[in-house]
């Protein structure tokens, strides 16, 4: 869990395969967090837990119409709220 502001949010790591939500916060710094942004990951974009590979790392997440593959060290930076049911 990220802790921002007093309050606790989720990262893209803590979704379970299936579950969506949308992007509130981008973590890192420099160049790892405009590669970040240059992805696709801002501030309310909505992203989906497509799969996780067998040993657990990397992480497949679908949003704005593609797949992205990213280590689940990157994903604990990258909050979200999870999305309502």
């Not at 990220?2 to 803590?14: A, E, F, R």
């Not at 160049?31 to 696709?40: E, P, S, V």
Request: charged share 25%; hydrophobic share 40%; with cysteine.
């Amino acid at each position: 869990m990220l802790t921002i502001m007093g309050g606790t949010n989720m990262t893209i790591d803590d979704l379970q395969i299936g579950q969506c939500g949308t992007v509130t916060h981008v973590g890192g710094e420099g160049a790892l967090r405009l590669r970040f942004l240059d992805m696709g990951l801002i501030p309310g974009t909505k992203i989906c837990l497509q799969k996780v590979a067998p040993m657990g790392d990397p992480i497949q997440i679908r949003l704005r119409g593609y797949e992205l593959t990213i280590r689940r060290e990157d994903a604990r930076m990258i909050g979200i709220q999870e999305a309502e049911k």
